[in-house]
C-alpha cells in the first residue's frame, strides 16, 4: 500500500493528500492484533434458558452470549436494536446483566441502531429514555457510538445539521447504510456526525477515502472527536477474512466487528475434497487449531483458530492457503475467525486475560 504497486492517486481520494507521500493515516507499522467485537442480534440466545428445545447447536463451539464471553474472553460487543422503546428496554436490561455478569468490568458496546427511525426528533427521545432508565445507568456509559440510528433516506438531511446542534449531549452516532457513494461521509461529518465505517464488501478504495476524510477533519477540528469504524458483512476466511483483517490493521482500526462466526463452523462448509482445511491449518499454524470430532462427519473438517500469534496473518496476509477460502463460528474479541469444519477458524485477537497473565 505504501508503494506504487496499486497506482493509488492519492490526492483523488482527498484533495489534502499528495500523490507522492504516504498518508499519514495509515498505521505504520500496522497492528499486530486487534480486538474483536462481538455481534449479538435481535434473535441470539443470552443464556441457555434462551434456547428453545431442539434448537441447540451442539458443535462443539459456544452457543449462548454467556458461553461466549466465558469462552472467548469477549470485552467488546455490538448490540443490534430494534427501535421499539419497550423491547429495546428489556432486550438491553437482559443483555447488560449478562455482560456485567460474564465480561471483564472495562468492557465495551457499540449500539447498531438498524435504521429503525426517520429523524432525529424520534431516536433522541428513545435515547434519551433508555440513558436515563435505572436500570441500565451502570451500563450507558460503555457505549462508545450508535450505528445508523436513521433510515438511509433521511440520514443525510440538511435539517439534520441544526437538529445535531440543538442536542450538544447526543451520543456519537456514525454512518454505515448511508454511506454508499463518493462523499457522503464528508457529507455526515458536516451535519455533525462523529464518523463511519470500513467494510472491505465495499471496497479498499472506499476505505481509504473514508481514512483520509476523517484524518482531514481531524486537522480541522481537534475539538471534535472522529470514528473509523471496523464493521464485517460475514466475511469468509481464509481470504477475505484475512484480507479484511489486513486492511482494519492498516487504517489503525484498534477493534473490528465480526459476525460470521454466528453462521459456520470453521471452514465446515467446504468439501474434503478440495483440500482447504489442510492448506489452511499448514499456512497457518498460528490462527487456526484442529476442532475435536464433535460426533457428526461434517463437523471433521474445520479449522478453528483461537489465537493470534506472531507471525500472523495481518504480516503476512498475502501467504493464505492456495487461494482457498474460509470462515469461522467460534469468534473471540481478542480473536479472529476463520474455519473448516473440523478445522475451526477463529483469530483470538487479544484478550483480557492475556493481557493481565503477560
Known sequence: MRGPALGIRWSELHPSLADDAVPPFLADPPASQLALRHTIGLADPLTAADIPSGEEVNDGLPHT???????????????????????DRHRLTSVASVIRQHASPDFSATLDGNENFQDLTAFREWFEALNSDPGLKDFMPHVLWIEQPLHRDSALNPELFDAFRNWPEAPRLI????????????????????????????????????????????????????????????????IPLTQDLAMQALLGIPHVERNGHHYFRGLSMYPDGIGVSAATLAAHPDLYHQLPDAGNAEHQRGLYCDRLREPSPLRHARGTAGGSTAHGKGMDPTGWLGSAG?????????????????
Open 65 to 87: 452470549l454467556d458461553d461466549c464471553i466465558r469462552a472467548y474472553g469477549l470485552r467488546y460487543f455490538k448490540i443490534k436494536l430494534s427501535g421499539n422503546l419497550e423491547a
Open 175 to 238: 454512518i454505515d447504510e448511508s454511506d454508499g457513494e463518493s462523499g457522503a461521509l464528508q457529507t455526515a461529518l458536516e451535519l455533525g456526525y462523529s464518523g463511519g465505517s470500513h467494510k472491505n464488501c465495499k471496497g479498499i478504495l472506499k476505505g481509504l477515502a473514508n481514512a483520509a476524510t476523517l484524518h482531514a477533519f481531524r486537522a480541522a477540528h481537534p475539538e471534535r472527536d472522529f470514528i473509523l469504524s471496523g464493521e464485517d458483512l460475514a466475511n469468509v476466511g481464509p
Open 342 to 358: 473440523g478445522v475451526a477458524g477463529l483469530c483470538k485477537l487479544t484478550s483480557k486475560h492475556e493481557e493481565d497473565t503477560r
